[in-house]
């Protein structure tokens, strides 16, 4: 017998998943943040290059958070990945292309002096942040409206969407959302790393993000509250049985995603830290105050993303086609015993993570110059 019941495991791990990625979001947020922002904050090439050697030293790592979201899901989730890396391979590939931009950019735009060489790089690092950042959210609300699949009775998954398909009214706007936020959370990490022109003019674009990002927030839960059909189970449903999708009965409704805040009134602290993270954000840049921005931008981001899944509990990934094929967090997780094992790997390698990536702050952190770079050619981007 195993010391957790597979009922608790399988919380626990949608927990850690909502952790991991709510740690990529905030982490790595600002670098793809700072990527969108590049081409309008900085006005030459000393200025792009101060804002370039802001994240340098750890988008690297903070891209950890992304490669262990992406293991959870396959070693917790694995119906969820299958299903997710194949229905969703355009939209994944156009996502990995970009984010390959990144380090290529950072690598290859100082290698020439060439001014429409390191243009076209600037430019490259903008889609890398920019492209990201709307494909996550496009994909976010994606996962709340529904996505076409469904089961056969021999449990296998026919993915009937495309790539154009995705892109829905809510699913743009829940694009707009993430890039909004991600330009917030960008612009107050920019204000606190530079000075001078950058960082006022990071300043005045992480308000008006931080200002839409609330905005669009609340409009995008209008949305799913009025507009949008949710989904709930029918009956009682099994917690600790087989990992089998077509085992339940689910119903469409429109407003049914609210009846998880009635259920668990305490998840609204999630909308709640949100919607308050990106307004005090907004006054923040406002008032200069460069770590109280900080923090409630990184407040903002993880409540937004947090409310993203704690809003579909205990769903995960909705069928449109047929909601009976719906996964859930009690039907799409592999055995009892990869649970445990996995959950041993994780209280031993999270930490080691949070450390390290604590002391590369620590180590790392201080304003990047003008005067810095120029004088140390050889060390900076």
């Known amino acids: 017998m195993l010391p957790l019941d597979y009922e608790t495991l399988r919380v626990i791990w949608w927990l850690l998943l909502g952790v991991l990625l709510v740690g990529f979001a905030v982490m ?34 903070n891209q950890v958070w992304l490669v262990l979201g992406g293991g959870a899901i396959f070693a917790a989730f694995p119906p969820v990945y299958a299903l997710a890396f194949s229905g969703f391979y355009l939209a994944m590939f156009l996502l990995l292309v970009s984010l390959i931009l990144r380090p290529v950019g950072f690598k290859y735009r100082s290698k020439i002096q060439d001014p429409t060489w390191r243009c076209a790089w600037d430019w490259a690092l903008f889609v ?29 998954v026919f993915y009937e969407g495309n790539l154009f398909g995705l892109f ?9 959302v993430s890039v909004c936020m991600l330009v917030m959370h960008g612009a107050a990490f920019l204000q606190t790393k530079t000075e001078g022109p950058i960082a006022d003019r990071a300043a005045s674009y992480g ?31 099994a917690t600790d049985g087989p990992s089998n999708p077509l085992f339940k009965h689910v119903e469409k409704a429109t407003g049914a995603w609210m009846d998880v805040y009635a259920a668990y009134p305490y998840f609204a ?5 949100g919607i308050a993270g990106a307004l005090l954000a907004a006054v923040g840049f406002t008032l200069r105050a ?63 993570i949070l450390l390290y990536t604590a002391w590369v702050y620590k180590v790392m952190w201080g304003k990047v110059t003008e005067k810095q770079i120029h004088a140390d050619q050889s060390s900076y981007y």
């Open 28 to 61: 790595d947020g600002f670098d793809l943040g700072v990527g969108a922002l590049l081409p309008f904050v900085a006005r030459d090439d000393s200025e792009r290059r101060v804002v370039i050697n802001t994240v340098g030293p750890t988008w690297e790592g």
């Open 128 to 156: 890398g942040g920019f492209v990201p950042s709307l494909v996550f959210g496009v994909a976010v609300g994606n996962a709340i409206v529904g996505v076409p699949f469904h089961y056969d009775n021999t449990l296998r």
């Open 168 to 176: 829905n009214p809510f699913s743009v706007l829940a694009g707009l």
């Open 290 to 352: 460069r770590a109280l921005t900080l923090l409630a931008s990184g407040l903002g981001v993880a409540g937004i993303v947090a409310t993203a899944g704690v809003g579909r509990f205990p769903f995960i990934l909705p069928s449109s086609l047929d909601p009976n094929s719906s996964l859930t967090v009690w039907d799409a997780t592999s055995s009892h015993m990869t649970l445990f094992i996995m959950l041993i790997c994780a209280v031993i390698f999270v930490p080691i």
């Open 269 to 273: 602290i999630a909308p709640i830290a």
């Open 207 to 237: 308000r008006i993000g931080a200002v839409l990002a609330a905005i669009l927030f609340v409009l995008a839960g209008v949305y799913v509250a009025f507009g949008v059909e949710g989904y709930r189970i029918v009956g009682t449903m």
